[in-house]
Structure formats: structure tokens, C-alpha cells
Antibody, heavy 118, light 109 residues
Framework: QVQLVESGGAVVQPGRSLRLSCTTSGLTFSSHGFHWVRQAPGKGLECVAVIWWDGSNKYYADSVKGRFTVSRDNSMNTLYLQMNSLRAEDTAVYYC???????????WGQGTTVTVSS | QSALTQPASVSGSPGQSITISCTGTSSDVGGYNYVSWYQQYPGKAPKLMIYDVSTRPSGVSDRFSGSKSGNTASLTISGLQAEDEADYYCSSYTTGAGLFGGGTKLTVL
């Protein structure tokens, strides 16, 4: 059974950093790209970061470029999202999702909540 | 990176059909056959319903279908059921991070 489990969400002050993790099981992690998608309270979905299967390409939404970094550890079957200089507008549920083809997100985690507040 | 445009809400009665539109540009929806649709219930993770414009993943009801014309993609749900009441999001490949639509709330009357 394919599973993605996010962790690391917390309440943090503006300007601080946080690292999210997405632990996977039941899949060949190194064969897939992954996306981080967030959803602010009462709002829609936003793709914040994409990483290819081999980590050779990474893409970011303009809203997080220069502040967020996506990475992966294929030996640990784990995806990461390093979030620096956090802002109130980064408050959201963050999901990791497997890319099974060209931006086809067929498996999602349950999400982890990040709240940025003083 | 502008979000794709979806109607905020649509509604229909059980048994009817509804269509949700998703408008982008030639750089995303119109430029590639990589449009997906996701269903989301409150407090739950999204679920893939359609990919590559019109392909249904295994296990998704054939009441769900997708199409595209120019820069606009569409999701049609036929034979509406109460369980279809949810939020629906379109998504498209584009160079860079993917794009989502703003979401459409489907109400089954």
C-alpha cells in the first residue's frame, strides 16, 4: 500500500524557519517526482515546489522562491521542504504528493499544518 | 504564475449532469494535454479524478469525464449523486511549478 506521511508542521513566529518531511512507503521512491502543495485556510490549492525523480530539477511558486527549498533523500525514501523567512501568508496545510506522470498527482499524504503567527 | 480560472460554485439535482470549466492560457492548459482534476472533501486530501485531460484512474466512476478545447478544459459529472458534493480543482502542467484552479464547490441540491 502506497503511503505518504507528512510531519514537521508547527506554530512558528514570522521570520523563523521550519522543515517539513514526507516519509513514503510502498513505492519506488527514486522513480518518482514529488510535489509540495499547500492550502491556506478556506482557500484553494497551490503548488509550492516540484522536484524531479533524480533531484536534477526543482521548481518553485513565485510566492516562495528564494525562501523555500525542496530536497529528497532517496536512501531514506523521504522528501523535505525547508521553509525559511516564514510569513503569515505561508499559514496552510502542506501536502506532499507523488507525481506518477507529467504533473499527475495520484497519491497524497494527509497533510501537516503550518501556522505562522506571533 | 496566475491560477487557472474556475467558477466558484456550481449546483445540480441528483441525476442531472454538470460541467465545470477551467480556463488557462496557451502556456498551460492550451499548450499541453496535461490537465488533471481533483476532488476534495472538507478536511481531506485531494483525490485524482481525471488526468491527461480525459483519462480516468482505475476506480473512478465513469460518470466523471474530461475534455479540452483551446485554453479551456472541462470536467463533466453525469448522473449526479449526493456523494459528488465536494470541491473540485483543475490543474495543468506548465514550465515550472504546476498550476491549480481556484476551485469549484459543487452542491447537489
Amino acid at each position: 500500500q502506497v503511503q505518504l506521511v507528512e510531519s514537521g508542521g508547527a506554530v512558528v513566529q514570522p521570520g523563523r524557519s521550519l522543515r517539513l518531511s514526507c516519509t513514503t512507503s510502498g513505492l519506488t521512491f527514486s522513480s518518482h517526482g514529488f510535489h509540495w502543495v499547500r492550502q491556506a485556510p478556506g482557500k484553494g490549492l497551490e503548488c509550492v515546489a516540484v522536484i524531479w525523480w533524480d533531484g536534477s530539477n526543482k521548481y518553485y511558486a513565485d510566492s516562495v522562491k528564494g525562501r523555500f527549498t525542496v530536497s529528497r533523500d532517496n536512501s531514506m525514501n523521504t522528501l523535505y521542504l525547508q521553509m525559511n523567512s516564514l510569513r503569515a501568508e505561508d499559514t496552510a496545510v502542506y501536502y506532499c504528493a507523488r507525481d506518477s506522470a507529467t504533473y499527475v498527482l495520484d497519491v497524497w499524504g494527509q497533510g501537516t499544518t503550518v501556522t505562522v503567527s506571533s | 504564475q496566475s491560477a487557472l480560472t474556475q467558477p466558484a460554485s456550481v449546483s445540480g439535482s441528483p441525476g442531472q449532469s454538470i460541467t465545470i470549466s477551467c480556463t488557462g492560457t496557451s502556456s498551460d492548459v492550451g499548450g499541453y494535454n496535461y490537465v488533471s482534476w481533483y476532488q476534495q472533501y472538507p478536511g481531506k486530501a485531494p483525490k485524482l479524478m481525471i488526468y491527461d485531460v480525459s483519462t480516468r484512474p482505475s476506480g473512478v466512476s465513469d460518470r466523471f469525464s474530461g475534455s479540452k478545447s483551446g485554453n479551456t478544459a472541462s470536467l463533466t459529472i453525469s448522473g449526479l449523486q449526493a456523494e459528488d458534493e465536494a470541491d473540485y480543482y483543475c490543474s495543468s502542467y506548465t514550465t515550472g511549478a504546476g498550476l491549480f484552479g481556484g476551485g469549484t464547490k459543487l452542491t447537489v441540491l
